[in-house]
């Protein structure tokens, strides 16, 4: 069974500060690895995405990705009132195959 | 990113009646789309995969003739729920990639309430 795995939170951090989310993965064949954001009520939103070892930053964001430890982490930093939401972590096999999706962790970030 | 759209937003249907949901990529070719429902407070669930010109393959436990999955062109994939009853009141929400990029864009989702 293909699996991603991430705590579900809340995770709770002031304004300001870093939001660290982490998810570990089963599969080892699996090649991609995606950041979604979903609001209430809305669908999930593409944030980030990292194909290698290491680290990959896209503005207040970074990805990290540890294939040897089956490790997927985000970074936010500053964050924001606005960065409130559930982060979900998805892997992929394939291209063209269906993601595997983490249950989210909840982010809460107070002003 | 790419652009996914979905119609209608949200709708509501008698209890035996079937509703049909449009998903369509508006800037690219999507050669492979995904269908999920998400209930309240849940995770999202993959109903189906479908690429076009191709059957569905559908997930374990998701009833193939209830949820009539169709990908006729590169850019449109359309979800009909039959025989709506009830329980079938949901988040319905498509997402697709292209021949060009790895990435999987969602669109708004549809909300389902049969009465």
């Known amino acids: 069974q293909k699996e991603v795995e991430q705590n579900s939170g809340p995770l709770s951090v002031p304004e300001g500060a870093i939001a660290s989310l982490n998810c570990t993965y089963s599969d080892r064949g699996s090649q991609s690895f995606f950041w979604y954001r979903q609001y209430s009520g809305k669908s999930p939103e593409l944030i980030m995405s990292?194909?290698?070892?290491g680290d990959k930053e896209d503005g207040r964001f970074t990805a990290q990705l540890n294939k040897a430890s089956q490790y997927v982490s985000l970074l936010i930093r500053d964050s924001q009132p606005s960065d409130s939401a559930t982060y979900l972590c998805?892997?992929?096999?394939?291209?063209?195959?269906?993601?595997?999706f983490g249950k989210g962790t909840t982010l809460s970030v107070s002003s | 990113g790419a652009v996914v759209s979905q119609h209608p937003s949200w709708v509501i249907c008698k209890s035996g009646t079937s509703v049909k949901i449009e998903c369509r990529s508006l800037d690219f070719q999507a050669t492979t789309m995904f269908w999920y429902r998400q209930f309240p407070k849940q995770s999202l669930m993959l109903m189906a995969t479908?690429?076009?010109?191709?059957?569905?393959?559908?997930e374990q436990g998701v009833e193939k003739d209830k949820f009539l999955i169709n990908h006729a062109s590169l850019t449109l994939s359309t979800l009909t729920v039959t025989s709506a009853h009830p329980e079938d009141s949901s988040f319905y929400i498509c997402s697709a990639t292209g021949t060009d990029f790895y990435e999987q864009y969602f669109g708004p989702g549809t909300r389902l309430t049969v009465t």
């Open positions: 998805a892997s992929r096999g394939q291209a063209g195959t269906a993601l595997i």
């Open positions: 990292i194909y290698s070892n």
């Open positions: 479908s690429n076009e010109g191709s059957k569905a393959t559908y």
